[in-house]
């Protein structure tokens, strides 16, 4: 049974007559009673009584009617869900980021792209890189932000292009007593020093005890286990400092202090999964995401110590 064979029905129905059906459906009607007869053999039944100057449905063109008015009905708003969805009236992203980029980068995006595609459903799932990692790679996701590992290899089954180097600095709720318009935090410094700590499984506390191992202590926590906003009220609250992201850092309200040449940083990256081609909107959101980037590296609008990635 094909669609048009239906149609072919359906106007033979409403006019009943085979001729005018045919010049209704712009086809030949030859052609038209050819594709009834194809279609009465495949149901086993005839659905017209055909007399001389009079055509009129059988039993089983009776019982057919309704539903070939449906199937039409639904094939018609099928074409439309799809078009709406290919011209981005509607559709669906799922899109993965840490919470530190929750808080600083992932709003503004999304804001734009809301305002541009306001059909477009957004789903957000926030996570630590390596979780995002193994939630893109299997298909529950459309496009993540993720932190690099330090040696740059991703996961082989995905595409990842970097976006910005951010420097990661150290916030307090009041100015360091060595404080002055060119003050830079060391990390033996925060030797003995009780810090807020990240849960873990974020990327920022493992950069944090990697560069305090690296100077060569481990460092003592005043509360750990917080996630991004818990950090925050930790800090303002006087537990002790954080090290942050800059972007994070810059819409706080805390004092920051960039920490000492080579300092802490991290890499932010696209990706989305290699084998499998983003869907319009993913596309879209990811377009978004790039020109908000270059738009705002262009109008000097990224945080101190954050250096876009991306070429032209």
Same mark, same amino acid.
């Given at each position: 049974? @094909? ?19 045919a010049?209704?459906a712009?086809?030949? @009607? ?6 009834i ?10 659905l017209f ?8 449905l059988?039993?089983?063109? =009776? ?16 074409? %439309?869900?799809? @078009? ?23 709003? =503004? ?6 305002d ?14 390596? =979780?995002?990692? $193994?939630? %893109?790679?299997?298909?529950?996701l ?17 595409a990842?292009?970097? %976006? ?6 150290l ?17 033996? #410094? ?7 700590? /990240?849960?873990e499984?974020?990327?920022?506390? #493992? ?13 003592e926590?005043?509360v750990?286990?917080g #996630?991004?906003?818990?950090v925050?009220? /930790?800090?303002r ?14 819409r ?6 960039? /920490? ?16 499998v ?8 959101? $990811? ?26």
């Amino acid at each position: 049974m @094909q669609l048009q064979q239906l149609r072919y029905f359906l106007a033979v129905a409403e006019t009943r007559h085979f001729t005018r059906a045919a010049e209704a459906a712009h086809v030949a @009607q030859p052609s038209l009673s050819q594709q009834i007869r194809a279609l009465e053999r495949e149901l086993g039944a005839e659905l017209f009584h055909r007399t001389r100057g009079n055509i009129a449905l059988t039993d089983a063109g =009776d019982a057919l009617l309704p539903l070939a008015r449906r199937i039409l009905a639904d094939t018609e708003s099928a074409r %439309l869900a799809v @078009q709406e969805t290919v011209q981005l009236r509607r559709g669906r992203v799922r899109l993965g980021a840490p919470p530190s980029l929750c808080t600083s980068l992932v709003p =503004d995006v999304l804001r734009l792209f809301r305002d541009r595609y306001p059909g477009v459903a957004l789903v957000v799932r926030e996570g630590g890189s390596r =979780d995002l990692v $193994r939630t %893109l790679a299997a298909g529950e996701l459309d496009v993540a932000l993720i932190i690099t590992p330090p040696s740059g290899e991703a996961a082989p089954a995905l595409a990842v292009t970097e %976006l910005l180097h951010e420097e990661l600095v150290l916030v307090s709720a009041e100015a360091e007593a060595e404080a002055g318009p060119r003050r830079r935090a060391r990390v033996a #410094e925060l030797r003995g020093r009780p810090l807020v700590m /990240f849960r873990e499984g974020y990327d920022l506390r #493992e950069a944090t005890l990697a560069a305090c191992r690296e100077a060569g202590f481990e460092p003592e926590f005043a509360v750990e286990g917080g #996630e991004m906003d818990a950090v925050l009220g /930790f800090v303002r609250a006087g537990l002790g400092p954080a090290v942050l992201p800059g972007m994070v850092a810059a819409r706080s309200g805390l004092v920051v202090t960039p /920490f000492a040449g080579p300092g802490l940083g991290r890499t932010i990256a696209v990706a989305h999964g290699h084998e499998v081609p983003l869907t319009r909107a993913a596309a879209a959101l $990811r377009e978004t995401l790039l020109s908000h980037l270059r738009g705002a590296a262009r109008d000097g609008e990224l945080p101190p110590g954050t250096r876009l990635l991306l070429g032209p």
